[in-house]
């Protein structure tokens, strides 16, 4: 009461609930905290651990070293566990004593209150009744009031000491239950210990490896769920139009670095990571990445939040797809993390080949190239860490059957996976610095796969996965009609970014090249049949290279700076699989085709397995080294290393005493093969020559009718082109074919020569010349025919003979009197027959010991000792020219015959052809050819 009255309230004033204020508590809180405790006691002592039975079922379904230690731990987690289970009831009933406690407290209070009140009000009435009795003297009304006043202070003591019995029991009880609860919790927790739920958690579970597993990975996941609510929150405050990461009132730049630093506290934890990309979801993360770059690009947003958010995620994703696990962890999370990572790799591979649109930007990429993105930003953040290696050939290959489409797809703005404005003008788009090698997913890719050269052999050997459309299907398919594997694509990707534009780029270069050469370095060291097919297909598709890239100048260098370097690593596959190179020289012919194995079984282990026809391909990819050109052209420095390998181990297979056959028949394989692609691309040359001379034929009649200005000759001339006709009048026929090139003869005498230089090679080796040709012939009869150049000079006079004729017959002016002396002059000293000894005149030399002899006698004419340098330089080194001479008939526009000798030899050490051109008892001509070159000037006689 005197509280009451202290706090300003008179004595008629004061409410029962202020006098006698109810007992502060929830009774609902405290029977519902209770029923709780009864809930997860029930659940625990329902679960295996807290009953006993875990150890045992363990046992029957796993066993080894972790199971065992998997079962102490649950017996012990199970007897933790038990102690605060037991204990649970006992606290339960202790909040349901103290809440009955309470709720009666509650309505004793209650009870008083209303007495209290009662009382007011019975003193109010008091009060009344005195000022209505009559009192003329007024001390009855005054002795009445204090009456009435002393019986309310009577009546507020008594209900005050009845409030303070029942808050005292009500105190008491309290201190009784909260006492019980205490010792509960001291059962789990030690008394001087701050009691909160990981404290309980450290004492149940601490120190047990699957225990504390479980807890880790759920503190993990609940880090990854509020970090994918702040990267949804992120994305959708990204606006493009208002500038900076984020539009008016949304999330900006702030929560990105923000992002960003959460997301590398927790980089090394591959539970967070694993969790938190399931959260996001490929479709999120790419729709993050597109909007912030579509921002970047549009609105200039600073660099460095977007790099570090991409290093970030890109760490985070190596971190996710890792089978490792950190040291430590429980197998039951290390099976739980294996399980995410594969799942998410393929969740990855799969969304490769995806376009993902920006619709607020405009942005457009692939999943190729975002994920190249994520990966070049983890690099440049000085993470070294690398993919699986699985997971970089599979998303490699994906990347590569990704840009094959896209050459092919209608969409022109999707351009190397990504439309985002790049750093600087560059073949790829990026947004870190080097665009030209972040911004290739592929050669990125590629990076993540180490020296290991089982590694380097399964990425080459990995093939691409095919579309689900059929659309641009035979661009995945290799010569033979089996699907591409990475390898090959490698190969001729410079093809696949080549056709991307309207012309040839001759400066293209990828850095998948270096790529290329360098996996195929380190798979070089692998053995078996898998690394044998690799190496077949290989070759085979640096054949079909080749031979596209040899059409045009352009696509010549590039091939020759991008595959041309294999070419080294082919020679050495073609020098160890000798034998298999023996076996297909005699096997039937056949085309190969899907199916037919790309390696077979020899001594040395498993080896690749061509045709006849492959490897004269791949002797042809080696051999053309310059491309096309008016002159007949020598073998690549690669076919002269092959040619030089082969020669050495004839010389291994002699100082054996084994049959050297097989080399030299080989050897004559590898001869004509280089010879026959070497004339078909001569041939190839000769037509674009005459079917430039054509045009310009064409081009010059149509002129002519252009300046006489006959318009009925010029719709003449158009019906007949439609038509498939031409202008071309048979005067023009002969002079294309008198002008026209001849380097199909030219390369057929350049083989011829170097045929000659083989064949004495293989002689001083063999040390015999009489099986050397039968032998080379055997394995030349499995290559492409070869004309002959008697042939080639035959059908070019052929053809100048017809189109003389056809001029003649046509009435061409002035041509009768010069077609002869034409003739005479291209089919004169230039062409070299073979003649018989009866057909030569007496003075001419018949074999080659009266050659040697005419040779030493003979005296050179001023003239020739003149243009005569290499005579005058050096020494003529000359061998036996009886031995070694070749004696040919020159028949001069003149008619007159003269002596042509032809022999080996070396000028100051430099290997070439001599060749003398005797007129009776003169050398008029004295010539050293080399690599198809006169270097020594005739002087006509």
């Known amino acids: 009461m005197s509280r009451a009255h202290e706090a300003g309230h008179s004595a008629v004033t004061v409410p029962g609930d202020v006098a006698l204020p109810l007992p502060s508590g929830d009774v609902a809180g405290l029977r519902s905290a209770a029923r709780s405790l009864d809930r997860a006691a029930s659940r625990a002592r329902a679960s295996t651990t807290v009953s006993g039975t875990l150890g045992r079922r363990l046992g029957a379904v796993w066993s080894g070293e972790a199971a065992s230690v998997a079962r102490a731990e649950a017996d012990e987690l199970g007897c933790r566990a038990r102690r605060v289970v037991d204990a649970l009831p006992q606290a339960s009933r202790s909040l349901m004593t103290y809440a009955a406690a309470l709720e009666h407290a509650i309505a004793r209070v209650r009870s008083l209150q209303r007495q209290w009140d009662a009382l007011d009000d019975e003193h109010l009435l008091a009060v009344l009744r005195v000022a209505g009795i009559p009192d003329p003297t007024g001390a009855m009304g005054t002795l009445g009031v204090e009456r009435a006043r002393s019986e309310q202070r009577a009546g507020r003591a008594r209900l005050s000491r009845s409030y303070a019995v ?13 006492g019980l609860v205490a010792a509960v919790t001291d059962t789990t927790v030690p008394a001087d210990t701050l009691t909160s739920a990981a404290a309980v958690r450290e004492v149940v579970t601490g120190g047990l490896w699957f225990a504390d597993g479980a807890v880790a990975a759920r503190a993990s996941r609940e880090a990854a769920v509020a970090d994918g609510v702040l990267a949804r ?240 299907g035979d661009a995945l398919l290799n010569s033979r009609g089996d699907r591409l594997t990475l390898g090959e694509h490698l ?94 020289l005699v096997t039937p012919a056949l085309l190969a085709g899907p199916g037919t194995p790309y390696a ?79 004339v078909a691309l001569a041939r190839r040359q000769d037509e674009l020559n005459r079917s430039a001379l054509n045009g310009v034929a064409e081009a010059a009649h149509v002129l002519l009718e252009i300046r006489r200005g006959n318009v009925t000759a010029l719709l003449t001339a158009a019906h007949s082109y439609r038509d498939g006709g031409t202008q071309r009048t048979p005067h023009d026929e002969l002079v294309i074919s008198l002008v026209r090139s001849n380097v199909e003869l030219d390369q057929t005498e350049v083989d011829d020569a170097r045929r000659a230089d083989l064949v004495t090679r293989i002689e001083a080796i063999t040390g015999s010349r009489n099986d050397v040709l ?116 020159l028949v001069g526009g003149d008619g007159k015959q003269r002596a042509l000798i032809q022999m080996p030899g070396s000028v100051n050490g430099v290997s070439g052809r001599f060749e003398w051109i005797l007129d009776g008892d003169r050398v008029t001509h004295q010539l050293f050819v080399r690599n198809g070159k006169i270097n020594g000037v005739p002087i006509k006689p």
């Open 774 to 889: 039968p032998a080379m012939s055997v394995g030349a009869r499995r290559a492409p025919a070869l004309p002959t150049a008697e042939a080639l000079r035959a059908a070019r006079s052929a053809e100048i003979r017809a189109a003389a004729n056809a001029a003649v017959k046509d009435g061409a002016a002035g041509i009768g009197s010069s077609v002869d002396e034409r003739l005479r002059n291209h089919t004169g000293p230039i062409d070299r027959v073979h003649v018989t000894p009866s057909d030569r005149p007496a003075r001419l030399p018949r074999t080659p010991s009266e050659a040697e002899k005419q040779v030493v006698e003979a005296k050179l004419t001023g003239s020739a000792q003149k243009t005569d340098p290499w005579h005058r330089s050096g020494s003529w080194v000359v061998d036996d020219i009886a031995e070694q001479a070749s004696v040919f008939t």
């Open 491 to 584: 190969v001729r990707r410079w093809i696949t970014h080549e056709a991307s534009g309207t012309e040839s780029h001759s400066d293209l270069c990828l850095r998948t090249d270096a790529d290329l050469r360098r996996l195929a370095d380190v798979a070089a060291s692998s053995r078996g049949d898998g690394a044998a097919q690799t190496r077949a297909r290989l070759m085979l598709e640096v054949s079909r290279t080749s031979d596209f890239a040899m059409s045009e100048a352009s696509t010549t260098r590039i091939y020759t700076g991008t595959t041309a370097p294999l070419e080294d690593l082919v020679v050495g596959w073609m020098a160890a699989m000798r034998n298999n190179i023996d076996l297909a």
């Open 600 to 678: 077979a079984p020899t001594s040395d282990g498993p080896q690749p397995w061509l045709t006849p026809r492959e490897l004269s391909g791949v002797v042809a990819a080696l051999a053309v080294d310059t491309g096309m050109g008016l002159d007949g052209k020598d073998t690549g420095p690669a076919y002269d290393r092959l040619v030089d390998s082969e020669l050495d181990a004839a010389r291994q297979t002699v100082a054996s005493g084994g049959d050297v056959r097989h080399d030299v028949t080989r050897l004559g394989f590898f001869d004509q093969s280089a010879s026959a692609t070497l």
């Open 233 to 472: 929150r992120l994305l959708a405050g990204v606006d493009p139009v208002d500038g900076a990461v984020g539009g008016p009132g949304a999330a900006g730049a702030g929560e990105t670095v923000q992002l960003t630093n959460r997301v590398m506290a927790r980089v090394d934890d591959p539970v967070y990571a694993q969790a938190l990309l399931s959260e996001l979801g490929a479709g999120g993360l790419s729709e993050l990445l597109v909007a912030a770059g579509v921002t970047r690009s549009v609105s200039g947003a600073p660099v460095d939040g977007v790099r570090g958010l991409l290093g970030a995620l890109g760490s985070l994703l190596v971190t996710a797809t890792s089978h490792s696990a950190p040291a430590g962890t429980d197998p039951r999370t290390r099976a739980q993390l294996a399980s995410g990572a594969a799942l998410l790799a393929d969740e990855l591979v799969a969304g490769v080949d995806t376009v993902h649109v920006d619709p607020r930007g405009g942005g457009r990429a692939s999943g190729a190239w975002l994920l190249g993105q994520l990966l070049a930003g983890a690099r440049a953040a000085g993470d070294d860490r690398s993919l699986p290696a699985r997971l970089a050939r599979r998303a490699a290959a994906a990347a590569a059957t990704s840009e094959i489409a896209e050459t092919r797809d209608a969409d022109a703005r999707l351009e190397h996976g990504s439309t985002l404005l790049p750093d600087g003008v560059s073949s790829f788009t990026s947004w870190f610095d080097d665009a030209a090698e972040t911004g290739d997913a592929l050669h990125v890719l590629l990076g993540h796969v180490g020296d290991d050269p089982a590694d380097a052999a399964a990425l080459l050997a990995e093939p691409l996965p095919l579309p689900l459309s059929s659309a641009g």
């Open 166 to 178: 029942v808050m005292d029991e009500l105190r008491a009880t309290a201190r009784r239950c909260s």
